[in-house]
T-cell receptor, first 117, second 116 residues
Framework: GAGVSQSPRYKVAKRGQDVALRCDPI?????LFWYQQALGQGPEFLTY????????KSGLPSDRFFAERPEGSVSTLKIQRTQQEDSAVYLC???????????????FGPGTRLTVT | AQKVTQAQTEISVVEKEDVTLDCVYE???????LFWYKQPPSGELVFLIR??????QNEISGRYSWNFQKSTSSFNFTITASQVVDSAVYFC?????????????FGKGTKLTVNP
């Protein structure tokens, strides 16, 4: 009965380093989402997977951001050559993914707080 | 384009007061879904409610109630007899059926502080 889990919970990176953030969705959830939440703001969409297919990556802010979900379960968000403006909480969410006609609710993980120094 | 506006940045009340959090949305789609999430100080977003655009019935769950009015594009959230544990940031969110994905568009949130 585990929820969405994310690791690490906290990450400090020096500017220019690459980071990888992991998300374990709820078992059986087809859809997986990544969001970025800056301090004092609402979450902003980054990318969306249905199983292993990345169906929407319109929110990725630059080509330094890359996400994958190779086997349709665990997902990794990678940020290359981190910049200070990448500092934020990165949230992962999953849903049953029964399609847009249903509008399933998304369940969120605790997030990874990334600080770039 | 989708947009969600939560005009109240912060609200402070005393325990047992009723409080309403406002949410106004914009969408060109005729089929969409509205959500409320709670983000307590621990940081994890907690799902509260989902509403589809076909159903304008108000909903009540314990001390929580939601008022959905398509005519004013609003989906307001009321907490009755607030408690200290209600202190959190509350987000309203929108998902369009016709969009390219099931992504959520969030408002900026309303920080609610309930004082004892």
């Amino acid at each position: 009965g585990a929820g969405v889990s994310q690791s690490p919970r906290y990450k400090v990176a020096k500017r220019g380093q690459d980071v990888a953030l992991r998300c374990d969705p709820i078992s059986g959830h087809v859809s997986l989402f990544w969001y970025q939440q800056a301090l004092g703001q609402g979450p902003e969409f980054l990318t969306y997977f249905q199983n292993e297919a990345q169906l929407d990556k319109s929110g990725l802010p630059s080509d330094r951001f890359f996400a994958e979900r190779p086997e349709g379960s665990v997902s990794t968000l990678k940020i290359q050559r981190t910049q200070q403006e990448d500092s934020a909480v990165y949230l992962c969410a999953s849903s049953l993914g029964r399609g847009r006609s249903v509008g399933d609710e998304q369940y969120f993980g605790p997030g990874t707080r990334l600080t770039v120094t | 384009a989708q947009k969600v506006t939560q005009a109240q940045t912060e609200i402070s009340v005393v325990e047992k007061e009723d409080v309403t959090l406002d949410c106004v949305y914009e969408t060109r789609d005729t089929t969409y879904y509205l959500f409320w999430y709670k983000q307590p100080p621990s940081g994890e977003l907690v799902f509260l409610i989902r509403r589809n655009s076909f159903d304008e019935q108000n909903e009540i769950s314990g001390r929580y109630s939601w008022n959905f009015q398509k005519s004013t594009s609003s989906f307001n959230f009321t907490i009755t007899a607030s408690q200290v544990v209600d202190s959190a940031v509350y987000f309203c969110a929108l998902s369009e059926r016709g969009g390219g994905s099931e992504k959520l568009v969030f408002g900026k949130g309303t920080k609610l502080t309930v004082n004892p």
